[in-house]
C-alpha cells in the first residue's frame, strides 16, 4: 500500500516536499519513483530512485529543482521540490516494483498510490 501526502497549494517560486508512506511489504528491496499527470497531460516520470537510494533519475524538466529521497528505515519516499512553477501542476503519484527498477517508465512499475495534488499558481 502506498499513501501519497504533503501536496497543496503554493506560488511560484515556493517549495513543497511529498511523501509516500509504505506498508505491506520489504520496501528496501522495492525501486521507487514519483509520477505526475497535469490537466490534460499524460502521465510522466519525474523522478526515480534505486532500490538503497544509490541512484537516482530525474526528468529534464525538473533537474536541480527536485530532489528525489528514501528513509528505508520509515518505509517512506520523499520528494523535495523547489522553485516551483506553474507548470508543475499536476497529481503527485509514487510508484513502486521489483527490480530491475525502471527509471521513469511508468509500465515498469506494479505498485501505484492514489495521488496527491500540487497547485502552483
Known amino acids: 500500500q502506498l499513501v501519497e501526502s504533503g501536496g497543496g497549494s503554493v506560488q511560484a517560486g515556493g517549495s513543497l516536499r511529498v511523501s509516500c508512506a509504505t506498508s505491506?511489504?520489504?520496501?528496501?528491496?522495492?525501486?521507487t519513483a514519483w509520477f505526475r499527470q497535469g490537466p490534460g497531460k499524460e502521465r510522466e516520470g519525474v523522478a526515480a530512485i534505486s532500490t538503497e537510494g544509490g541512484s537516482t533519475f530525474y526528468a529534464d524538466s525538473v533537474k536541480g529543482r527536485f530532489t528525489i529521497s528514501r528513509d528505508n528505515a520509515k518505509n517512506t519516499l520523499y520528494l523535495h521540490m523547489n522553485d516551483l512553477k506553474p507548470e508543475d501542476t499536476a497529481m503527485y503519484y509514487c510508484a513502486s516494483s521489483l527490480p530491475p527498477c525502471s527509471k521513469l517508465v511508468a509500465s515498469g512499475y506494479k505498485y501505484w498510490g492514489q495521488g496527491t495534488q500540487v497547485t502552483v499558481s
Open positions: 505491506g511489504y520489504i520496501y528496501n528491496s522495492y525501486c
